[in-house]
């Protein structure tokens, strides 16, 4: 049930005894009715009601893993509700693709969704090499691989970028486990920390060879992109990236034209299929494929091409 370790240890009020059965009826609605229509209007009127700070709840997901997580945070609190990423597609395609035995890379890990999705897929046969560079999101990260018991991830504490060195990572709030954590400065993001970078050309020798990588470094894959020119020349993972949002055409180059130099083509995800798409920085999707299509990775894929 949703409810699961949903309350720290204290005697409830009343009141919170009644929110907490409301929150598990709304909770099974949202999760396990198939119509959609007007869903999201009763996901709006309740996900509005406030929580306390440090009211860290423990969900567990459609994906059968737990999640410790900060309500507070409107990501955290759509998961607490529906019960899952609200990458949907995604989500479907990696179930798809991912195979026991695999390894699977999350380079921007946050709290650990596609973490804990991948490392159920994979099994005990396989691997899951998470990145999170975040001190307060990589605890998120690390607490939610202790609730599953899983013994087949590594964490690493990096971003990863075109250069080695120490960079400050931006946020609103550390706390929340935002996900929408940035190398790149913006207004919305008062708090900042330093993190460490590494180029994945210097770390990939000693890490075990992906079948599949998910990358979401919040507009810097231009950076991760460049310092992984060799890995990527080397090996031929199936790549889902978060692209919306990145300067295409920059001082650094076009960065359509060096994913393309390596052999990658580039896919749009949709709710069946994916269809090849020859410049994203004019799509509406915010994630993508990308794969060498002359790879053996792209068997797990070519029947889903549209």
């Given at each position: 049930m949703a409810l699961s370790g949903r309350w720290q240890e204290r005697r409830l009020s009343a009141g919170e005894v009644m929110k907490s059965l409301l929150d598990q009826l709304v909770c099974g609605y949202l999760r396990r009715v198939p119509i959609t229509e007007g869903k999201g209007r009763i996901y709006r009127r309740f996900a509005r009601r406030d929580w306390p700070v440090g009211a860290f709840v423990n969900v567990r997901t459609k994906d059968g893993f737990l999640l410790r997580l900060n309500p507070r945070n409107e990501e955290h609190r759509r998961i607490y509700y529906y019960g899952e990423h609200d990458e949907r597609y995604e989500l479907a395609l990696l179930r798809k693709i991912i195979q026991p035995g695999d390894v699977f890379w999350d380079i921007g890990a946050n709290v650990g969704y596609y973490t804990c999705l991948a490392a159920t897929l994979v099994g005990e046969p396989g691997r899951v090499?998470?990145?999170?560079?975040?001190?307060?999101?990589?605890?998120?990260?690390?607490?939610?691989?202790?609730?599953?018991?899983?013994?087949?991830?590594a964490v690493l504490p990096y971003a990863v970028g075109e250069r080695n060195g120490v960079a400050a990572i931006h946020m609103s709030d550390p706390a929340l486990g935002e996900g929408t954590a940035s190398l790149n400065a913006s207004d919305d993001k008062s708090f900042s920390v330093d993190i460490e970078v590494r180029r994945l050309d210097d770390l990939y020798s000693s890490l075990p060879?992906?079948?599949?990588?998910?990358?979401?470094?919040?507009?810097?894959?231009g950076q991760l992109w460049r310092g992984a020119r060799g890995f990527f020349s080397a090996h031929a993972p199936i790549v889902m990236a978060e692209l919306k949002g990145e300067a295409f055409v920059s001082a650094a180059g076009n960065l359509g034209e060096e994913i393309a130099a390596l052999g990658y083509s580039m896919f749009e995800i949709h709710k069946h299929s994916i269809r090849r798409v020859a410049d994203p920085a004019t799509s509406r999707k915010r994630n993508f494929i990308l794969v060498k299509q002359d790879s053996p990775a792209f068997a797990r894929l070519e029947s889903m091409v549209a």
């Open positions: 090499v998470a990145f999170e560079p975040a001190p307060t999101t990589r605890n998120f990260l690390e607490d939610n691989i202790r609730l599953n018991a899983f013994s087949n991830v060879p992906p079948m599949v990588v998910k990358i979401d470094v919040e507009g810097v894959f």
